[in-house]
Every structure is written in C-alpha cells, then in structure tokens.
C-alpha cells in the first residue's frame, strides 16, 4: 500500500470517528469538511442540496469566508450528477484555473486554484453537490476522499430538516417561461427582455433588482397583463394568461392584481376615500374603503385631496387603492423611489404589514438595501433573470438603513 492510500484510508478513519460523535448533521459535516480541509489541500468547501421545486442548489453548510445563506445557483452541467448537455452520469467534475466557472467563488475574496464539485446521490437521485475548493490544486488523492466522504454525506443532506423544509411545497402562484419582449423604435427592433425565466411563489415577497434599462418594468407589465410577450409563456395559478382576450386580461387585472407605481397616479379630483372606492366599485367582495385607510395609516385624511396629502401619504393612499380589491398579487414598480428616506421607511412598514397578510408581492427597486427585507431576490441584466438568492431571514423595514 503506498502512502497516499494510507493517507486516503486514515482520513476517511478520521471522518468517520468524527461523523460517529456528532449529534447533528451540521456537526459531523463541519467536522468532516474540517478534516478534509485541514488534510487535504483544500481550503474552502460547501454543500449544496438540489431543491427540487426552484430547481436550484442552495446552500447547505459551508466553510469559507463569506457568507453563503442567501446563495442559490441553477445547477451547471454535472452539478447535480448528470451532465446536461449528454445525459451522461457525473462522478466528479474538476475544474482548473482559467475555466469559466468561479464567478460564484469570486465573492469567497480568493485566488482560486482549483475547484471540484461531486454530485450528492441516493439511490441514483440527485440530493446535492459537494463543491470543494483550493488556492492551489486539488490532487487525485484528495479527490477521492472527497468523493468517499459525499458518498457517505449524501443520505444525511437527503434527511436533513433544512433539506426537507425546502421541499414542502410553495405554491406557484405565477410562473414565467422564455418570455421575449422587444420594441419598435423608429426603424430598429430593440429586444427588451430575452428569454426571463422566474416563478413567484404564493405569499412571497419577491424583490427585483436590475440596471435602469434592463427590462423590469417591461416584465412587471407583462407579469401584470398590462402588456403581452412576444414569446415564451406566463402561467397564473397555473392558468396560461399569454393567450388570453383583452376581455379576459381586464378581468383577470381588476380581480387579482393590484399595482403601485412610483407616481401615485391618484385622481386629483377626487378624495382619497373616493380614490378607494372608485376600485372598490370594480370588484365583488373589496375591502372596506375605512379599514385599508386604517390599515396605511391615514383613516383621519379619507377626506383629503391628493393635493393636499405629502409624497409618502399619496404612496400610502395608492398602496390602499392597490389592497381594496384583495389582489392575489401586488406589483409595486420602485414605490419609493421618490421618497425620501424616513418616508419611504413608513411606506415600507405599511407594505411589510400587507405582505404579513399572506398578500404575494413583487417589488422593483433599485435599492439594494431593501433587498433586505425580502424573501427572495431577484436579479436581472441585459433583458434577463442572471441571478436568483434567498433569504432565509428577512429583516423588518425599520431595521433597513441607507
Ligand atoms: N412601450 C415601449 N416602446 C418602446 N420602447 C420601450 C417601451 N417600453 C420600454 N421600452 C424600452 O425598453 C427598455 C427597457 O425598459 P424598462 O422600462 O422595462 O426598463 P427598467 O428596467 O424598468 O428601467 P428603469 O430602472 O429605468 O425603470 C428601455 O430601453 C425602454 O426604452
Ligand atoms: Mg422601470
């Protein structure tokens, strides 16, 4: 035997005598990674457990530099066991400086070496991915003990609670397939969005972010039924609305969506009860007209003019005009993007407490701190979904700061 088995042999030793003494998942994991990264060459490493459902790795348990909770990624070729492109079964796939693949590593603040990824399987199901990496390189040795190792860590990610509680099932409230959109301007054809893939699931509160340009008001408008794609398909409640008749579209608006834009778009000459009622008219069961203004806070101005009310008070107004219907979903394009700070706090609060309701909401800033607070996050760039995270913690609207 030579020596470099020995050494394969005394670290799996090593692991499994930790893995014995663990009392959680969580424990015999970190002890496990922390041989291997000890032992091995390799500096950081993370779990990754497939959520069947988003069909995106996140994160499990993870030894780097960085804070990993909110990282989720579509799974690239070999990932999750199978490579995509030939169907082909994965053991391990290893990556070498100069591949195009440490994008995501990049935040771990590191020179990257080498990096490899096992797919976690039980009975031939994918569960996860074992991604190990190194500031130098990774040696075949190590690499074997790293495939040992997920082998024996695959059925406890499979069983773990964080792993399971991902798989409950979020309903799907709307869901976005390959849906192009492009404009006319002048002569020349601009493609706006180029294929967005995104599900919004049932009372989430989903932010999207993106450059000024890149298409978010131009999906929030199809998502809402205020515009169609020219390609590609949006399900609601697992209906297909793209090839709905405008009838159709104005009723599916009026009975489930509710927008708030960054102008409040409140009729001036009207009160703002009467603004409320005006869209209470529109639907069988609304709301009543003096609890959603209790709800935003300004029951004593029902009787004010827009004109009369501030910048935050008119959004409020329009965030109550947008809830009377009791919309399945709300969209609100940049709500506070007006606003000054103190006042969109308040805003915030009143949609925190709309969302606490169980109301599904998405909301375009451009602020990233108010990433904070959601429950996911979504980027997009150049007309497209490029990346998707979760919170596993959201914090309050008066915890945020900028
Ligand atoms: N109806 C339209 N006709 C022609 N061009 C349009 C139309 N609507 C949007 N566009 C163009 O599509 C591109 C994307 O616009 P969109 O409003 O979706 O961007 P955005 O991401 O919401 O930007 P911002 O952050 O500035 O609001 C822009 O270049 C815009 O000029
Ligand atoms: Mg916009």
């Known amino acids: ?67 990993f909770t909110s990282r989720t990624h579509a799974p690239k070729d070999g990932d999750i066991g199978k490579c995509f492109s030939t169907g082909e079964s994965v053991r391990r796939l290893q990556y070498k400086k100069g591949q195009d693949v440490f994008t995501d590593m990049a935040l771990v603040g590191v020179n990257i070496g080498a990096m490899l990824c096992i797919p976690l399987s039980v009975d031939d199901k994918a569960v996860g991915v074992l991604q190990m990496i190194s500031t130098g390189e990774i040696n075949a040795e190590t690499a074997d003990v790293c495939e040992i190792l997920a082998l024996m860590m695959a059925m406890d990610i499979a069983e773990a609670p964080q792993f399971q509680k991902a798989a409950e099932n979020p309903e799907t409230v709307m869901k976005v397939r390959g849906v192009k959109r492009s404009f006319l301007r002048g002569t020349v054809t601009s493609q706006v969005l180029k ?57 599916f608006r009026r009975k489930n969506i509710g927008f708030i834009f960054q102008s409040y778009n409140l009729m001036p000459n009207l009160t703002a009860r009467q603004n409320l009622d005006l869209i209470g008219e529109l639907v069988d069961d609304p709301m009543d007209a003096d609890e959603v203004l209790d709800m935003v806070g300004l029951l004593s101005r029902a009787n004010s003019y827009p004109s009369q009310l501030s910048g935050g008070q008119q959004q409020r107004i329009s965030i109550a005009r947008a809830l009377i219907k009791k919309p399945k979903l709300i969209f609100a394009d940049e709500p506070t993007a007006a606003l000054d700070y103190t006042t969109s706090i308040e805003v915030l609060k009143v949609l925190e407490k709309i969302i606490h309701t169980g109301t599904t909401m998405v909301m375009v800033t451009h602020n990233e701190e108010i990433t904070r607070m959601a429950d996911r996050v979504v980027r997009m760039r150049n007309g497209q979904v490029y990346e998707v995270t979760v919170n596993r913690h959201p914090v309050h609207a008066e915890e945020l700061v900028w």
């Open 1 to 67: 035997m030579n020596n470099n088995m020995l050494k394969t042999y005394k670290v799996i030793g090593d692991i499994r005598s930790q893995v014995n003494k663990a009392d959680t998942i969580e424990d015999a994991l970190k002890a496990s990674l922390r041989i291997i990264t000890s032992e091995c060459g390799v500096q950081y490493a993370v779990v990754w457990y497939f959520n069947e459902l988003d069909k995106l790795l996140h994160p499990y348990y993870w030894l780097a530099p960085t804070d």
């Open 195 to 251: 294929g967005v893939n995104l599900d919004v699931y049932d009372g989430e509160f989903l932010v999207l972010l993106g450059e000024s340009g890149c298409g978010k008001s131009t999906l929030l408008n199809i998502l809402g039924g205020m515009d169609e794609a020219d390609e590609g398909f949006v399900e609601f409640m697992g209906k297909d609305i793209t090839h709905a008749s405008d009838e159709e579209m104005t009723m």
